[in-house]
């Protein structure tokens, strides 16, 4: 936040949650699970799970994560007020399938940091694919998104409604995928999107 004289001017996202670090896991079809671990996590932040696979749970080292929103193979898990130090996500099937996980720390979320979700999935050619939109209720949120097409698809930042920010993202063999995210500046309509995808997952953190 910048103040001159009495009046405080934000700027664009500056209350938002901020992005810290990432780790990300595929495993192909020898075992039931995929974990990927965090070093140096602060205290009180949230983690985003983004998983592609038949997932039939999350866990967590520390703390329970939450199901968020899921479509078309894709699941979007939270853990709030993460513990400090190192932490293990692994993302569980019934059956050996190919899973692959991303999982993002971000700071300055509230502690019951959800703010909306959507979710969308292209049946045909999709140049652009955007998620349901969400209303969100804080003046400034961060935008997560979570994207799938077919193995060999290039995947890129979506164009709206926010700017877009393309992060690690999985790179196991059998469906490309694509992390990204935004920050908003007014409470309002919102979704996801990416460009080159088929489907989408997407979701807002607030701030305290």
Same mark, same amino acid.
């Given at each position: ?25 595929? @495993? !192909?079809?020898? &075992?039931?699970?995929? $974990? ?20 039939? =749970? ?11 929103? /899921? ?8 853990? *709030?007020?993460?513990?400090?130090? &190192? ?12 899973? @692959?996980?991303?999982?993002?720390? !971000?700071?300055?979320?509230?502690? $019951? ?5 959507? /979710? !969308? ?9 955007? /998620? =349901? ?23 890129? *930042?979506?164009?709206? *409604? ?27 309509? !919102? ?16 701030? *305290?």
């Amino acid at each position: 936040m910048q103040f001159t004289g009495r009046r405080p001017i934000h700027t664009i996202g500056s209350l938002a949650p901020s992005y810290m670090q990432q780790c990300n896991n595929y @495993q !192909y079809y020898g &075992s039931t699970s995929v $974990s990927c671990t965090l070093t140096g996590v602060g205290a009180g932040h949230t983690l985003v799970i983004g998983v592609f696979g038949a997932v039939t =749970s999350v866990t967590a080292s520390s703390g329970t994560p939450t199901s968020t929103v /899921s479509a078309n193979g894709l699941s979007a898990y939270i853990l *709030p007020s993460t513990a400090a130090g &190192s932490i293990t996500i692994t993302a569980n099937s019934a059956s050996y399938v190919g899973l @692959q996980i991303s999982v993002a720390e !971000y700071a300055n979320a509230a502690a $019951s940091p959800l703010d909306g979700t959507g /979710s !969308y999935a292209c049946t045909s050619y999709c140049p652009t694919v955007s /998620s =349901s939109t969400f209303a969100t209720t804080a003046s400034s949120d961060t935008l997560w998104a979570f994207c799938s097409s077919a193995g060999g698809a290039v995947i890129t *930042p979506g164009t709206a *409604p926010v700017t877009w920010t393309g992060r690690p993202s999985p790179t196991g063999s059998g469906e490309a995928l694509f992390v990204e995210d935004g920050l908003t500046n007014l409470a309002g309509t !919102y979704y996801g999107q990416c460009t080159g995808a088929n489907q989408i997952i997407a979701l807002a953190l607030k701030h *305290p």
